[in-house]
C-alpha cells in the first residue's frame, strides 16, 4: 500500500469517548486494614471529560488526544516515513531486548526526516511520534497505550476503526484505531506468534496470551465479517489477595471469606462457578493462595492464566493442533497424564468439556482439594452444566452414575457473579449434601442479598449467612481447621448506608 493510500486512511478516526476517572469507593470491614481504592475492578460509574476548549488544538493534542486517537496527516506522514527508513537502514539491527537502542535509532531518524522536510514539532510531539513508531516496530502498535492504562480492565477491538475499552465496569468508545486492517493483523500474528499459535483463514479463531498473562481471543474473516475482531481480557499487575475481596471490592464478607479459608486448608473440593467476565479466574488464584506451601500443586489450562504463589507448583498447557492437524494435546489429556505426577492437588483452569469426568475421577482418588470453574448461573445450573460435561466425555455412563460421582467428589460451590453496574460478587456459597431421589442435594451457606440499585445504577445489597451449620463440620476440625459456629448466623439487613 502506497504512502498517499495510508495517510488517506490515517484521517478517518472515531470520535474520543468519555474517560473514567473515578474508582470504587474504599470500604473498611472491622479488623482489617484499609486498602486504596482499586482499579482493575471498577465500581463507579465513567464521567464524560469536560468539552475540549474552543481554541484550536495543537498538533501534540490532536496526535496524543484519549491516548493517541486523532492523527493529523502530517503526523501520519512522518510516521509511514520514519518507519520505513527504519526497515530499510537497521532491519539487520533491530534487537527487540534493545528498546534503548532501537529508540535511539528512531530518534535519529526523526531528526534526519525534521531537517530534510523543514518540518518543526514540539518537543511533546517529537516524543509521541518516536514512542508511537517504537510500539508498531516492538510492541503492539495503538494497542500499548491502552495496554499500559490500569483503568482498562478490557480491550475489545471490534474491527481496525473501532475499539471498545471497559472502564468501571462499562464498555466505552477509545478514540484509539488501528491505521488499517494490515496493522491490525500484525498486532494479531504477533500476539499469537508468542505462545507459538497462528491464525489464518484454515483457523480463523484463536485463544492465546500476552507476556503478562492478559487473556486474547482472535477472530478473523471470513468468520468475522467487518475485518479482525481482538479481545483482550487484561490481568492486574497487582498481586490480590483475600483482603482486596473483603475489604477493597467488597466481593465477600469477612465471615464467609474465613469460612472458604477453613474449607481449602482442610482439603475441601471446590468447584467456582460463574459467567464470563465474572471473575472466576481471579477468584481461584485467591483461594489457592490458601493452601500450604508444602503441597506440590499442578494446573492444567487452556490458556495460562493462573497465577498461583506456592513455589511447588508444575503448570500445563494444551496445544491446538499444527497445520497438518496433528499434534493437539487437549486439556483431558494433560489432567490424565498429571495423576501420574504425584500432585497433592490438582487445579483445572476451566472445565469445559469432557476433562470433568476425569477431574471428578481424580477428586475421588486420593486428589482432595482440587479446584475447579465453570461456567453457569447458579449452583443448580451448575451441577446441571456439570453433569453434561462429562457425558461429552464419551463413556456412555448412566445418569445416575454421573450424579453419585458429583455428590461426591464436589463439596462446595462457589457462585461467583458480575451485577448490574459491572460490580463483581460472591452471590452463594453451596454445600453439596449427596444423591436423594436421584437428584444431587445441596444446601446454601452463604448468599448476597440485592435490595435494589444505587443513584449510579450500581446493584446493592448485603452478604449473610442462611442460618445453616454445614455438614462437614466434624471434617474441617478434624483437618485443624476450628471454625465457629457464629460464623453461619444470619445477618440483618444493614441500613442504606451501609449497603455495598
Same mark, same amino acid.
Given at each position: 500500500?502506497?504512502?498517499?493510500?495510508?495517510?488517506?486512511?490515517?484521517?478517518?478516526?472515531?470520535?474520543?469517548?468519555?474517560?473514567?476517572?473515578?474508582?470504587?469507593?474504599?470500604?473498611?470491614?472491622?479488623?482489617? *486494614? %484499609?486498602?486504596?481504592?482499586?482499579? =482493575?475492578?471498577? +465500581?463507579?460509574?465513567?464521567?464524560?471529560? @469536560?468539552?475540549?476548549? !474552543? #481554541? *484550536? %488544538?495543537?498538533?501534540?493534542?490532536? =496526535?496524543?488526544? +484519549?491516548?493517541?486517537?486523532?492523527?493529523? @496527516?502530517?503526523?501520519? !506522514? #512522518?510516521?509511514?516515513?520514519?518507519?520505513?527508513?527504519?526497515?530499510?537502514?537497521?532491519?539487520?539491527?533491530?534487537?527487540?531486548?534493545?528498546?534503548?537502542?532501537?529508540?535511539?535509532?528512531?530518534?535519529?531518524?526523526?531528526?534526519?526526516?525534521?531537517?530534510?522536510?523543514?518540518?518543526?514539532?514540539?518537543?511533546?510531539?517529537?516524543?509521541?511520534?518516536?514512542?508511537?513508531?517504537?510500539?508498531?516496530?516492538?510492541?503492539?502498535?495503538?494497542?500499548?497505550?491502552?495496554?499500559?492504562?490500569?483503568?482498562?480492565?478490557?480491550?475489545?477491538?471490534?474491527?481496525?476503526?473501532?475499539?471498545?475499552?471497559?472502564?468501571?465496569?462499562?464498555?466505552?468508545?477509545?478514540?484509539?484505531?488501528?491505521?488499517?486492517?494490515?496493522?491490525?493483523?500484525?498486532?494479531?500474528?504477533?500476539?499469537?506468534?508468542?505462545?507459538?499459535?497462528?491464525?489464518?483463514?484454515?483457523?480463523?479463531?484463536?485463544?492465546?496470551?500476552?507476556?503478562?498473562?492478559?487473556?486474547?481471543?482472535?477472530?478473523?474473516?471470513?468468520?468475522?465479517?467487518?475485518?479482525?475482531?481482538?479481545?483482550?481480557?487484561?490481568?492486574?499487575?497487582?498481586?490480590?489477595?483475600?483482603?482486596?475481596?473483603?475489604?477493597?471490592?467488597?466481593?465477600?464478607?469477612?465471615?464467609?471469606?474465613?469460612?472458604?479459608?477453613?474449607?481449602?486448608?482442610?482439603?475441601?473440593?471446590?468447584?467456582?462457578?460463574?459467567?464470563?467476565?465474572?471473575?472466576?479466574?481471579?477468584?481461584?488464584?485467591?483461594?489457592?493462595?490458601?493452601?500450604?506451601?508444602?503441597?506440590?500443586?499442578?494446573?492444567?489450562?487452556?490458556?495460562?492464566?493462573?497465577?498461583?504463589?506456592?513455589?511447588?507448583?508444575?503448570?500445563?498447557?494444551?496445544?491446538?493442533?499444527?497445520?497438518?492437524?496433528?499434534?493437539?494435546?487437549?486439556?483431558?489429556?494433560?489432567?490424565?497424564?498429571?495423576?501420574?505426577?504425584?500432585?497433592?492437588?490438582?487445579?483445572?483452569?476451566?472445565?469445559?468439556?469432557?476433562?470433568?469426568?476425569?477431574?471428578?475421577?481424580?477428586?475421588?482418588?486420593?486428589?482432595?482439594?482440587?479446584?475447579?470453574?465453570?461456567?453457569?448461573?447458579?449452583?443448580?445450573?451448575?451441577?446441571?452444566?456439570?453433569?453434561?460435561?462429562?457425558?461429552?466425555?464419551?463413556?456412555?455412563?448412566?445418569?445416575?452414575?454421573?450424579?453419585?460421582?458429583?455428590?461426591?467428589?464436589?463439596?462446595?460451590?462457589?457462585?461467583?457473579?458480575?451485577?448490574?453496574?459491572?460490580?463483581?460478587?460472591?452471590?452463594?456459597?453451596?454445600?453439596?449434601?449427596?444423591?436423594?431421589?436421584?437428584?444431587?442435594?445441596?444446601?446454601?451457606?452463604?448468599?448476597?442479598?440485592?435490595?435494589?440499585?444505587?443513584?449510579?445504577?450500581?446493584?446493592?445489597?448485603?452478604?449473610?449467612?442462611?442460618?445453616?451449620?454445614?455438614?462437614?463440620?466434624?471434617?474441617?476440625?478434624?483437618?485443624?481447621?476450628?471454625?465457629?459456629?457464629?460464623?453461619?448466623?444470619?445477618?440483618?439487613?444493614?441500613?442504606?448506608?451501609?449497603?455495598?
Amino acid at each position: 500500500m502506497g504512502l498517499l493510500d495510508r495517510v488517506k486512511q490515517s484521517q478517518t478516526t472515531a470520535p474520543p469517548a468519555g474517560s473514567a476517572t473515578d474508582g470504587p469507593a474504599t470500604a473498611t470491614i472491622p479488623g482489617t *486494614a %484499609p486498602y486504596a481504592p482499586a482499579t =482493575a475492578i471498577p +465500581a463507579a460509574k465513567p464521567q464524560v471529560a @469536560p468539552p475540549p476548549p !474552543a #481554541a *484550536a %488544538p495543537s498538533l501534540s493534542q490532536r =496526535a496524543a488526544s +484519549a491516548g493517541a486517537g486523532e492523527l493529523t @496527516p502530517a503526523f501520519t !506522514a #512522518a510516521k509511514v516515513q520514519i518507519h520505513a527508513k527504519l526497515i530499510e537502514k537497521f532491519a539487520d539491527q533491530i534487537d527487540s531486548s534493545n528498546k534503548p537502542g532501537v529508540r535511539e535509532k528512531i530518534v535519529e531518524l526523526a531528526e534526519e526526516y525534521f531537517r530534510a522536510t523543514a518540518m518543526t514539532m514540539t518537543k511533546a510531539d517529537k516524543e509521541r511520534l518516536v514512542d508511537s513508531v517504537l510500539d508498531d516496530v516492538l510492541g503492539l502498535g495503538p494497542l500499548e497505550a491502552l495496554l499500559a492504562d490500569p483503568t482498562i480492565t478490557e480491550i475489545m477491538a471490534n474491527h481496525p476503526k473501532q475499539i471498545y475499552v471497559e472502564k468501571s465496569g462499562e464498555p466505552t468508545l477509545s478514540a484509539v484505531t488501528f491505521e488499517n486492517e494490515r496493522q491490525m493483523r500484525q498486532v494479531i500474528d504477533r500476539i499469537v506468534s508468542l505462545v507459538g499459535r497462528r491464525v489464518d483463514e484454515s483457523t480463523p479463531i484463536c485463544d492465546a496470551r500476552l507476556k503478562d498473562g492478559s487473556r486474547v481471543n482472535v477472530v478473523i474473516p471470513p468468520i468475522a465479517l467487518k475485518g479482525p475482531c481482538l479481545t483482550i481480557r487484561k490481568f492486574s499487575k497487582e498481586k490480590w489477595g483475600p483482603a482486596d475481596i473483603v475489604n477493597r471490592f467488597r466481593s465477600a464478607s469477612p465471615d464467609l471469606m474465613t469460612f472458604l479459608r477453613s474449607c481449602v486448608r482442610g482439603r475441601m473440593n471446590v468447584l467456582v462457578s460463574g459467567g464470563t467476565g465474572s471473575g472466576k479466574t481471579t477468584l481461584l488464584n485467591i483461594l489457592s493462595s490458601f493452601i500450604p506451601e508444602v503441597e506440590r500443586l499442578i494446573t492444567c489450562e487452556d490458556a495460562a492464566e493462573l497465577q498461583l504463589q506456592q513455589p511447588h507448583w508444575i503448570q500445563l498447557e494444551s496445544r491446538p493442533p499444527n497445520v497438518e492437524g496433528k499434534g493437539a494435546v487437549p486439556i483431558r489429556e494433560l489432567v490424565k497424564s498429571c495423576l501420574r505426577m504425584r500432585p497433592d492437588r490438582i487445579i483445572v483452569g476451566e472445565c469445559r468439556g469432557g476433562e470433568a469426568l476425569d477431574m471428578l475421577q481424580a477428586m475421588n482418588t486420593g486428589h482432595d482439594g482440587s479446584m475447579s470453574t465453570i461456567h453457569a448461573n447458579n449452583p443448580h445450573e451448575c451441577l446441571v452444566r456439570l453433569e453434561t460435561l462429562v457425558l461429552q466425555a464419551g463413556q456412555d455412563l448412566p445418569s445416575r452414575a454421573i450424579r453419585e460421582t458429583i455428590g461426591s467428589a464436589i463439596h462446595l460451590i462457589v457462585q461467583q457473579s458480575r451485577l448490574r453496574g459491572g460490580v463483581r460478587r460472591i452471590v452463594s456459597v453451596a454445600e453439596i449434601t449427596g444423591m436423594k431421589d436421584g437428584e444431587v442435594h445441596y444446601q446454601e451457606l452463604f448468599i448476597f442479598k440485592q435490595v435494589g440499585v444505587s443513584a449510579e445504577g450500581k446493584a446493592v445489597g448485603y452478604h449473610t449467612a442462611t442460618g445453616i451449620i454445614p455438614m462437614r463440620m466434624e471434617h474441617l476440625r478434624s483437618e485443624g481447621e476450628d471454625v465457629p459456629e457464629r460464623l453461619f448466623a444470619p445477618t440483618p439487613q444493614p441500613p442504606p448506608d451501609k449497603l455495598y
